[in-house]
């Protein structure tokens, strides 16, 4: 009797809620008004983007977003689409233009949009292959394309990350594993990088917990690469002093110069030493897809672990990056963990899963929005703008020297630096720093500055997809104008 009871009152509720909860899934046609107004924008986004402004220094009106607030009836379509264009896409930094220069740009593909797309609207499950065999062989194999770009053996392999930081942290919680550095060797096994090294690597080292590892910052050569000699004396005198030299991080492009480390040399002391040696190739690796640049990155096949990003030289949107590694073993022993809900999940490593490779278990299905764009385009594109980017840096590293700037080095890559001395005696931080103010205000062109030995640098650095030769004249024009 109760039994009835409860079961009626089952099905009262159900007839109550069940309205709304069918009102999740549109009708063809509500969904098509959402798809043409999404797309809409995205059309209206894209053929303005030459126009407009790369940067705006508008704050947006937070209060609007505040206003509208989570609410439990749905919104009104138009009020929706008004806040992204004007609270979102509006201020700060426009990402997807040609004339982001500032950095390192990243790129916003459009097939790449609408390989996350697919991926969403099929939601395939991308962590584990029995889940989606297709999902995780798109993935692995463009893993293992990535493998053979770097010069890698065959078993290779890696995982697909959200970017180069988490790849980092994958390779560095790997590294650990692999050398046995256990609680009491941790103070007694240095790391061995430079001042140019990107911050994702001392972030990877504090949460793998090797915080108190001696972090050792090499000595550079004038052109900001590490300097080898430098660094075998401070491997000898770590050994003299009883430490058991742990891991050498090597850049293939450094963030704040774009400069090459010693690629080959660095990894002949790796090897001696008996070091985990990590490529961080961030910003870098995509320029192996150069013949011409290839020799220039001679040694990085030595690497235990490498990083690419492919949301910055392969032009795709942002939430792609790539740690691979010459012996998948290594990262599965620290990540390969299972649960016993995944009893039916089948053979663990048949065909490497993503999840027994990386912190993550459910995934976005990355893997497609990377896919896509290669399929759509071809290769022979990326390769063109990949050139035209280290061509542009070129030019502007030239002209800008012409001008009568100080320039820092040959670029080895596409990032160079340059500023202006004053002749009156005008502090050159300070004339410096409002030049690059001028140049954001000009509008079609957005740099960013660092300081190197104390000294402040404007940066210029190309890397997004849209940026041509108009951007860089751009920026030269603002410059001659601002110098006069
Ligand atoms: C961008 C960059 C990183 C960090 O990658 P994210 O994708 O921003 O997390 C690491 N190293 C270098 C050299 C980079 O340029």
């Known amino acids: ?33 959402l798809t043409d107004r999404v797309f809409a924008f995205a059309d209206g986004l894209l053929d303005g983007l030459a126009q407009r402004p790369v940067w705006s220094g508008a704050p947006g009106a937070r209060d609007d977003l505040l206003a509208q607030g989570i609410p439990e009836e749905p919104a009104h379509l138009d009020k929706v689409m008004d806040l992204i ?3 979102i896409d509006g201020p700060g ?68 990350t959200s970017g180069g930081s988490i790849a980092t942290l994958v390779a560095v919680v790997a590294a650990r ?101 990590h490529v961080d190739a961030a910003y870098g690796g995509a320029f192996l897809l150069l ?36 012996e998948p073993d290594h990262i599965r022993a620290s990540h390969g963990l299972r649960g016993v809900y995944l009893q039916d999940a089948g053979d663990l490593f048949d065909e490497p899963s993503p999840a027994d490779l990386s912190p993550e278990l459910t995934r976005h299905f990355r893997g497609l929005r990377m896919w896509l764009p290669i399929q759509v385009h071809g290769l022979a594109r990326f390769r063109a703008a990949l050139e035209e980017k280290l061509l542009l840096c070129r030019l502007f590293h030239e002209r800008v020297r012409s001008l009568g ?18 002749r009156d005696g005008t502090d050159p931080a300070e004339f410096n720093r409002s030049l690059l103010q001028a140049i954001l205000e000009d509008g079609r ?4 500055s660092t300081t190197i030995d104390g000294v402040f640098w404007i940066r210029l650095a190309v890397l997004c997809f849209r940026t041509h030769r108009d951007r860089i004249e751009a920026v030269l024009e603002v410059l001659e104008r601002e110098i006069r």
């Open 445 to 448: 062109v957005f740099l960013s």
């Open 405 to 422: 700037f100080e320039v820092g080095p040959e670029p080895d890559l596409s990032v160079t630096m340059f500023r202006w001395i004053p």
């Open 291 to 326: 013949d011409e640049m290839r020799p220039r990155f001679q040694g990085i096949e030595a690497a235990d672990s490498v990083v690419i990003d492919p949301h910055k030289g392969l032009f795709l949107p942002y939430g792609t990056g790539a740690v691979i590694v010459r």
């Open 93 to 160: 930094l426009q990402p997807a233009s040609g004339g982001h220069l500032g950095y390192i740009p990243g790129g916003g593909i459009y097939p790449g949009a609408l390989g996350d797309y697919m991926a969403a609207v099929t939601n395939r499950y991308a962590g584990v292959h029995y889940a989606s065999p297709g999902a995780v062989h798109l993935e692995n194999m463009l893993l293992r394309w990535l493998c053979r770009l770097v010069g890698y053996p065959r078993q290779a392999l890696g995982t697909l």
């Open 85 to 87: 264009v004007r609270e």
């Open 1 to 33: 009797m109760e039994s009835t009871d409860t079961t009626n009152s089952i099905l009262e509720r159900l007839a109550q809620v069940e309205p709304d909860a069918l009102a999740l899934e549109e009708t063809p046609e509500q969904r098509k008004i």
């Open 177 to 277: 594993d692999a050398k046995e550095i256990k609680a009491d060797r941790i103070t007694r096994s240095p790391i061995y990088v430079t001042d140019q090294t990107h911050h994702c690597v001392a972030k990877s080292i504090a949460i793998a917990g090797l915080g108190e590892a001696p972090l050792r910052k090499v000595a550079m050569t004038p052109r900001h690469r590490m300097d080898v000699d430098a660094l075998r004396r401070t491997i000898r005198s770590d050994c003299e002093q009883g430490l058991q030299p742990f891991m050498l991080v090597a850049s293939a492009g450094t963030t704040d110069t774009g400069a090459l480390d010693p690629l080959a040399e660095l990894a002949d002391v790796a090897q001696a030493e008996g070091l985990w040696y």
